[in-house]
């Protein structure tokens, strides 16, 4: 059994807090006026919302995102921050960063709020009835527990259990509304903010920031900080609000095996002509077992253990797997014996996608001529992505394989029984892990803990990736996550939503830390 | 080794041809008119052909099948063909057979000659570039050799290498436009019909011939013959005509795991959360091992061994393996150790499709909610469909799955640690063989010998599938299969094609077999 987690309430919330923030406070004044604010100009900055999610931004969309950036700019503007400004790469036509700051008299220290404004492509078609990637629709509550669309509330009253759906509406636009949105309650409610302030909103996240290095180099004197908090990713699935230290690297092997050069009959050729299906099924079956683990040689090797800090942090993250197993309908977990936070702080390998012929009505008796997946590998501390992916392709190589980053020439498919064509996405990255015990953590600790009654989750990982060591590498900068979003919000799939709650939540959360002194 | 088939060059077409069609005779006269009225006539015959290839035949289009099937008859009622007529089901709504006859006086026999007017379902977007499926489009050779785009010739001249690309221009259009243009080949020529002569197009192959017993059945006084003669299928590989005795049995299977009931972003729940992708791979490929062989239990089971007289048969088969392997781009077959005619003498499973996610440029950071796949089941002489479609699905279950042919209910997703959904699609057939020494069956292979000055290939067993145990049941009737088409035709797949050689000479084997006295 897992150490439940314990209570020990608070009469003030200027109570110092522990290193894992177990401690409970009232919200604090300033918290309320900044909530009281945000109910009152609900209307507003929903609309304004509505309006920012219409314009399309996915990577390949140059015109899109560069619309994006813009709007952003005009949000700032608008607000009266300064220096606001793109900030371009050394390569051109590149999706620019957005940046504004507001300098404070006095202040002793400078935190830099990011987020990103492009967003996961999108297939329309999955999304579903009524719904388009870039119309976003208002609902009662999430669809699947049979929300219904509604017009916006005349009364500029919203529910917080309400969802907007559209691409983008938890990842990351509402981060960048949050912050901008957090600044804009700060002014109007006459607290002011306590620390420098800096606003970084990049454009390429979801791309794997190819480009982000060039940027924070060009432009590092602007971007010179105390500490980057990342304002990106879902909060805990228990509803409670969670600080993350570190996150998961990524990478992306494409895999597509070839078979006959021309689709064949199954049942002219049906034994005799070997299935590309069939042959990837085994391949892709091959790297894992039966309990969950990844089979490949050494896929766990490398792994920086947790700290004592971390392990404890790790063991007081609430229990959610039973809850989180009724949610999305399974009874069962892949890596058996692990909770869902245990999991998360292990590499993994997953399919995105896979593909061949066709099934439902398009399927016709076809043995096909290729078969395609996306495989994605997240790292821990300790991995290196580019060594990870080798070690994906030596398990192919040691199941028979010739391995070739091209369309297989006629020579080549003379010469091997077993031809996979393997592209190593370019775009991965490692995971990062800042320390939980440096002073200005700590102070985000409790600004955070200033906006719940609640415990504030401390995961020394999240499971998603964010290309932190990126700032590390450019600025020498650290890291944290405070994330708004709802759990349930589809990122990265079909159906993505936020949470009105969650939203303005955040809003006041990003405050809470703007005025951390 | 493979006995290594022997010529034996007769002088004159008459001489008797024993059971294995292994005598090579000239073409006969009659064959030799009416090849010279076919060059001359091509321009005709093909214009009519791509007319016809451009009206759409997939089973859901039933505005498209009834524009086939009213061309068709169009087609019969032009040469003068009698009681050209719909032959229609009992269910209402079922594309209909189009039937015509012609009576010999003093004719001994009557044989029926048999081809399909409805299509594979398409994807368009599959197709190559400059091809669609319901617009013909000749080539000057196979596209993958090379071959250009051709604006049809003015002076009626076709190349027999030339092709034309659609949907069913070989399966199986080409059956039904050689059939008929045999008939006209034959009276334009002077020659006469040797036997009764009756047309039957059928419209519901593609879609498994669901109502093909209700049509035999409901108008068999019209349709009593001595012998079926299907047109439909490839010649043999090695270009040389073939006749087959038998075909393989088909029925599907399709499945579909599920996981989460939402899309998970696969950072956040990598490791934890089931992947259906994963979960169907692995279960795929525990259907058949590094051999190729099915591992399913009993699947091999029921077999009815070939008689003597087919094993023959089989042995004289010219081995294609290498000609195919260069072909296709493949240097191994999935089967070890099995020729390609020995191998479509097994039952087989394949995997006609699978999905999950999205790949490609659409490919997100997810774990799907559910993995699809569409199995094609071939039966032998001796197999049950359903009980070879029972067998799949028991080893599903021995595979710990719960198995459903609905969406999961919540009540069964809490229950199951593996659910899938299976459907047996009720549209299989079992195989069908006929006896090689029947008198008829002896005058067929000789008719067709008197086509080609090569040896017609003697097959026990086609690798593809045409609902022929149908006709046994509801009409007591033989079938003999005569293809026309090339082997390298794609049928069932994108880039569907027919080369003009095999369409002509196809007309001429028909119009041989109606000479038959």
Chains 1, 2 share one sequence.
Request: aromatic residues 8%; glycine residues 8%.
């Amino acid at each position: 059994m897992r150490k439940q987690f314990s209570l020990v309430v608070l009469t003030c919330c200027t109570a110092s807090f522990g290193l894992f923030g177990q401690l409970v406070a009232a919200q604090s004044p300033g918290v309320v006026a900044i909530s009281n604010y945000n109910k009152k100009n609900a209307g507003n900055i929903i609309n304004e919302f509505t309006d920012f999610l219409a314009i399309p931004n996915v990577a390949a969309d140059t015109a899109g995102l560069q619309k994006t950036a813009a709007f952003i700019m005009s949000m700032m503007n608008k607000r009266g921050i300064q220096k606001v400004q793109l900030l371009k790469a050394v390569t051109p036509g590149v999706a620019p960063a957005v940046y504004g700051e507001v300098m404070v008299p006095g202040a002793k220290q400078t935190l830099i709020f990011y987020a990103h404004y492009d967003g996961q492509p999108v297939n329309a078609a999955q999304w579903a009835k009524g719904l388009a990637p870039f119309e976003p629709k208002l609902f009662s509550q999430a669809i699947d527990k049979g929300g219904v669309k509604m017009a916006a509330p005349a009364d500029g009253r919203y529910n917080n259990d309400w969802r907007i759906y559209a691409r983008g509406a938890s990842d990351d636009k509402a981060g960048v509304a949050a912050i901008i949105n957090g600044y804009e309650a700060l002014i109007k409610t006459g607290l002011l903010p306590g620390c420098n302030i800096k606003f970084f909103f990049e454009g390429e996240e979801e791309a794997g920031s190819p480009h982000l290095g060039e940027i924070l180099q060009k432009h590092s004197a602007l971007l010179q900080s105390d500490q980057w908090i990342m304002c990106d990713g879902p909060v805990h699935q228990s509803g409670k609000k969670q600080i993350a230290f570190g996150v998961r690297g990524d990478a992306r092997l494409d895999l597509t095996v070839y078979a006959s050069k021309r689709p064949l009959h199954s049942g002219h050729y049906g034994n005799w002509a070997p299935n590309p299906a069939m042959m990837l099924v085994k391949l892709l079956a091959s790297m894992k077992d039966d309990n969950g683990r990844v089979t490949i040689k050494g896929f766990y090797d490398d792994v920086v253990p947790l700290t004592p800090s971390e392990k404890k942090a790790l063991s007081e993250v609430p229990l959610v797997d039973e809850q989180m197993k009724e949610e999305l309908g399974i009874s069962t977990v892949e890596m058996k014996g692990l909770t869902l936070s245990e999991a998360i702080n292990q590499p993994s390998l997953n399919i995105n996608g896979i593909q061949s012929g066709n099934v439902g009505k398009q399927a016709s008796n076809q043995i096909p001529t290729f078969a395609t997946a996306v495989i994605d590998l997240r790292m821990v501390l300790g991995n290196d992505w580019q060594r990870q992916q080798q070690k994906v392709i030596d398990h192919i190589k040691a199941q028979g394989y010739y391995v070739t980053d091209k369309e297989p020439t006629d020579e080549e498919r003379k010469k091997y029984a077993q031809i996979i064509q393997v592209i190593r996405k370019q775009d991965g990255y490692n995971a990062q892990r800042t320390s939980m015990s440096l002073p200005v953590v700590q102070k985000i600790i409790e600004a955070v803990q200033t906006t719940t009654t609640g415990q504030v989750v401390l995961q020394p990982t999240m499971g998603g990736s964010l290309p932190l060591f990126v700032f590390e590498k450019y600025l020498n900068a650290k890291t944290i996550s405070v994330p708004i979003a709802n759990h349930d919000n589809n990122q990265h799939a079909e159906n993505e939503n936020i949470r009105i709650g969650n939203l303005l939540e955040g809003i006041e959360m990003m405050a809470a830390l703007m005025m951390i002194k």
